[in-house]
């Protein structure tokens, strides 16, 4: 409504300029407004935002029409600010024309990417794009498409090698499993009998361990609770709050250990009589019960000696 208005004031305007010959100022501003409004129209035709130069545009001409009423008045008038204007608008019409085609072209490529490469990651990249072409931020989606470019090359690039070393060591450990099975299936048969063999050892051997370590955290803690007791009661370098505080974390931290240890040494004992119970196995109880005979009737045969 307020373009037909315009044009309708702008047709009088020239019809009223062959009359009272307007300045060559007004006719140059009212051409350039014109020129403003096609680009404009044209942008959306295109489907390309146009509320921020809409905006610009009617204000533009809002001033127009009252520097020619002052002209009209005769009174002094300055269309200067009008063509400052509509160069601003046309700056941004054209910067909008260049970010919809390439972000046309960039979204034809990462879509078309997205077909061979997993590009989840550029999720955001795109999205960002997306946003700034819709808030009219063209300056910034140009920026944003060129560094979209680049972060797709390099997804590319690595993917790339990620795939041709997952394919070349697929094919590396295919051969070398090819070519060696029979020796990997001998060392894997070693190595099952030697932890089958050793593995009570080892066990026992990591519950020594962490039964040492157990002791070595409490007594870091005694001495940490000694210190803590120092600190408070002999130098007064700490408050009530902070000793209460430590104290109680430490003594908690030594209740852990005391529930911890009793279980450790438990699991250690067992392991001790299991092992103790295997060696019995090499004497049964029938051969043990014979030496018992023996050893009684060299005994009674030396008592009778003595006799």
Known sequence: MKSKIFFAVLISII???????LSDES??????????????????????????????LQETKQIYLGQLALEMSYKKYDYS??????????LITETAFKAFDEFRVFNETYFEASKEIDISAMQGDYEKILTSFNE??????????????????ETQSKQTSVNLFYNTTSRTIKNFFKNNWIK??????????????????LTKY???????????????????????QNDYFEKNLI?????????????????????????????????????????????????IKKMTIKKASVKIKKSRKRK
């Open 15 to 21: 019809l009223i300029s062959i009359v009272s010959s």
């Open 239 to 287: 408050s009530q709050e902070e000793y209460t505080i430590k104290l109680n974390k430490f003594t908690e931290m030594l209740r852990d250990i005391a529930r911890e240890v009793p279980l450790l040494r438990e699991e250690a004992m067992k392991l001790t009589e299991d092992e103790n119970e295997k060696r019995g196995e090499i004497f049964p109880d029938e051969l």
């Open 136 to 153: 009219e931020r063209f300056e910034e989606t140009l920026t944003l498409i060129n560094a979209g470019y680049d972060k797709l090359s």
């Open 27 to 56: 006719i140059n501003a009212s051409l350039q407004i014109e020129k403003s409004t096609n680009l404009t129209n044209s942008m959306a035709e295109r489907g390309i935002p146009t509320t921020r130069v809409n905006e610009s």
């Open 184 to 201: 990997i299936l001998i060392i894997s048969i070693l190595v099952l009998i030697l932890f089958l063999i050793f593995r009570r050892a």
């Open 81 to 90: 600010m009008i063509l400052e204007r509509t160069n601003s608008i046309n």
């Open 206 to 228: 990591i519950v020594h361990l962490k039964l040492n370590e157990l002791t070595r955290r409490k007594q870091v803690l005694n001495d940490l609770i000694k210190k803590l």
